[in-house]
């Protein structure tokens, strides 16, 4: 069976035009994704079953008991971590803030250790959007700062930005000019009209000169500016003044640099202040496909994106104090239930050695690194290939991810829905 139009859950571009060819419950070819995509849809090794570990190894067991004993660590704690959560669907990360509020944990998500400086800035200084469709269709000039795109979303130029043909802008590559500013000459740099190097640490001081010269102010802008000529910076404002439509991605090249929240606040408040000029857009690139959409939910339900407390018995929020890396740093949960992430291959070596030390409990149909470190394993189906949902591409889109082929795991809304079943059927709730 041919199904055509299926979303790739890998990347925040969530690539709506994928062919897929099932043979008897099994995929057995995936046209028109990148080589990522390919191999998250082809498949690969799962976690087989659920497994509790006893005497330092881990035991095959059954759904039953891994959540019952996933319901005791967590009743039993008395300050859990719920974390992870941007590679699986709304409603499982519904699910899991229903859970979070029950039990009185701390629920943060991958936002935490990419975004988050992105999402302090909009708070204060919004975010002038724009959806990729009209990208595709209007944009004449395409800016990437400090995201290397051609390797994280490798089909974003091709099917988005660089490369396609929209209603506007019929030339396609021809009539677009591609920018990119980073540290280094990444490949995404290398297939760029315009590569500027900046140094290492001076995003910040880089967006204030093209505004100081957007503002009239060229005076002020000394010869040089984080490496960049001062002739170079004119030229780039003047373009940018120039294009009919312009957007500006940035990625984890200006959110984790030096600056972090102030960086994003200066390139949105850029791009703001050219909208006196032109149309233009600023957009963060979101790594995992539903990133977009754990924010989303969390702050229809929160009233915050990340890192919410709810010890208090209510929504608290403090990045900082109330973000995972902190909390483990602190060594102050006392247990962890992560889900759809792997914390123990990305996190600092202090979180993972506080994680390693307390009940870990994980749900996700891949094995990684954490599955090392769990006490409770519980395999899930895959979003997008073996159950439905709902995901938020990079640019706020809701999007429906289909069911291609009968599911061997429950799927994570539906062991997360048991868990809380147990943990309201402990508390006598
Ligand atoms: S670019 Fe991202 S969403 Fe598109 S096919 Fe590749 S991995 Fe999948």
């Known amino acids: 069976m041919i199904i055509t139009d299926v979303l790739c859950p890998f990347c ?10 099932v043979e008897g419950n099994k995929i057995i070819e995936v046209k028109e994704a990148c080589e990522t995509g390919v191999s998250k849809m082809m498949g690969h090794e ?7 570990r006893e005497d330092g190894k881990l035991r095959k067991t059954t759904y039953e008991e891994a959540i019952d004993k996933t319901a005791e660590i967590l009743t039993n704690s008395l300050r859990p971590l719920m974390y992870g959560w941007g590679s699986t669907t709304c409603e499982a990360d519904e699910k899991g803030i229903e859970l979070a509020e029950e039990l009185g944990a701390i629920i943060d998500n991958t936002t935490s250790v990419c975004h988050a400086p992105s999402i302090l800035a909009l708070q204060n200084v919004g975010l002038p959007s724009c959806t990729l469709g009209q990208i595709k269709n209007r944009a004449d000039l395409i800016i990437y700062w400090g995201s290397n795109q051609a390797e994280a979303h490798p089909r ?6 660089s490369f396609p043909k929209g209603f506007f ?8 000019h591609v920018m990119v500013f980073d540290v280094r000459k990444t490949t995404t740099a290398e297939v760029a009209d315009d590569f500027v190097q900046i140094l290492p640490g001076e995003d910040y001081r880089v967006l204030s000169a093209l505004r100081a010269i957007l503002a009239g102010a060229v005076d002020v802008v000394p010869s040089s500016v984080g490496g960049v000529p001062k ?26 640099s030096k600056g972090k929240p102030y960086n994003v606040a200066n390139a949105i408040s850029l791009v703001r202040d050219l909208n006196a000029h032109t149309k233009f857009a600023v957009m963060p690139m979101r790594g995992h496909y539903n990133v ?6 969390c702050t229809w339900l929160t009233g915050f994106a990340f890192a919410v407390d709810f010890a208090r018995g209510r929504p608290w929020y403090n990045p900082g104090e109330t973000s995972t890396v902190d909390v483990l740093n602190r060594g102050e949960c006392d247990s962890a239930l992560i889900v759809a992430s792997d914390p123990a291959a990305h996190f600092p070596r202090k979180s993972v050695e506080h994680l390693a030390k307390i009940p870990l409990i994980q749900i996700d149909p891949y ?21 439905e949902g709902t995901a938020y591409r990079m640019d706020g889109v809701p999007l429906r991810l289909r ?9 994570d809304e539906e062991i997360l829905s048991r868990i809380l079943g147990k943990v309201r059927e402990i508390r006598g709730d």
Request: glycine residues 8%; contains cysteine; negative net charge.
């Open 46 to 52: 799962r976690i087989a079953s659920p497994m509790i």
């Open 12 to 21: 925040g571009d969530l690539c709506d035009d994928i062919i897929v060819e």
């Open 367 to 387: 094995p990684n690194l954490t599955t090392e470190l769990a006490d409770v394993v519980l395999p899930a189906a895959i979003a997008g290939i073996e159950v």
């Open 156 to 161: 974003h130029m091709s099917k988005y930005t």
């Open 292 to 297: 977009t959409g754990i924010t989303q939910v």
């Open 231 to 256: 002739e170079k910076l004119v030229e780039i404002v003047n373009r940018m003044k120039n294009s009919k439509f312009g957007v500006l991605f940035f990625g984890m090249g200006l959110t984790q």
């Open 403 to 411: 069911k291609l082929i009968e599911p061997t795991h429950l799927s």
């Open 169 to 176: 802008t019929q030339e396609g590559r021809k009539g677009k």
